[in-house]
């Protein structure tokens, strides 16, 4: 047995005699040949794996994206609410004054007291959200230019939550005097429920 050489077997010893029975210029083919495939290989892989984190960075990117636009939409939302909250707080703050109080103290101001013939709610409240909009008709008879357009100016900027929506205006003669009838149609807004 010491004399006998072990030969190999199995698929390795097939390629290596395969491999033997190759001329010099088929070997340098062969191994031109392992070498430009794994070399296609490599950069196939390079190319799959590119494409693959390009895809990856864009969700990023998007994702990044939408989370600056909900960013900025939660400061809209907080802006917003803040608005909200600063004009409900201002409705409760007029909330307990009765409105036709309020008109007619406007008008004893500014000296039309005597004019003003009526503050009647007119029509159901509508309810819209949480607040609540009544319409109030207003009649004033004989009134001057001057004092009724600082009555209907202050009406408007006093900070009562009223807002004029309509108004029919006549003109007559009195002794030479220009007078107004007015009949103003107002919205009133206040907290619903409260």
């Not at 794994?38 to 950069?43: E, K, M, N, T």
């Not at 230019?145 to 009195?174: C, D």
């Amino acid at each position: 047995m010491s004399g006998q050489l072990k030969t190999a077997s199995g698929p390795w010893a097939w390629i290596e005699r395969q491999l033997e029975s190759l001329s010099d210029r088929d070997r340098k083919l062969l191994l031109g040949m392992y070498a430009f495939f794994g070399l296609a290989s490599v950069i196939g892989l390079w190319w799959i794996l590119h494409g693959v984190l390009d895809d990856k960075a864009g969700r990023v990117r998007d994702l990044k994206t939408k989370m600056l636009a909900v960013h900025a939409s939660i400061g809209d939302y907080d802006r917003a609410k803040a608005q909200v909250d600063a004009q409900e707080s201002r409705l409760k703050a007029y909330q307990s004054q009765n409105f036709s109080a309020f008109v007619e103290g406007v008008a004893s101001k500014h000296q039309i007291s005597d004019m003003l013939r009526s503050v009647n709610a007119s029509g159901t409240p509508e309810v819209v959200g949480r607040i609540q909009q009544t319409t109030y008709e207003i009649e004033i008879k004989k009134s001057e230019y001057q004092p009724f357009f600082e009555f209907l100016h202050e009406l408007e900027t006093s900070g009562y939550p009223v807002t004029v929506r309509n108004a029919t205006l006549k003109t007559s003669f009195q002794r030479r005097v220009k007078m107004l009838d007015v009949r103003l149609e107002v919205v009133v807004s206040s907290i619903a429920g409260a």
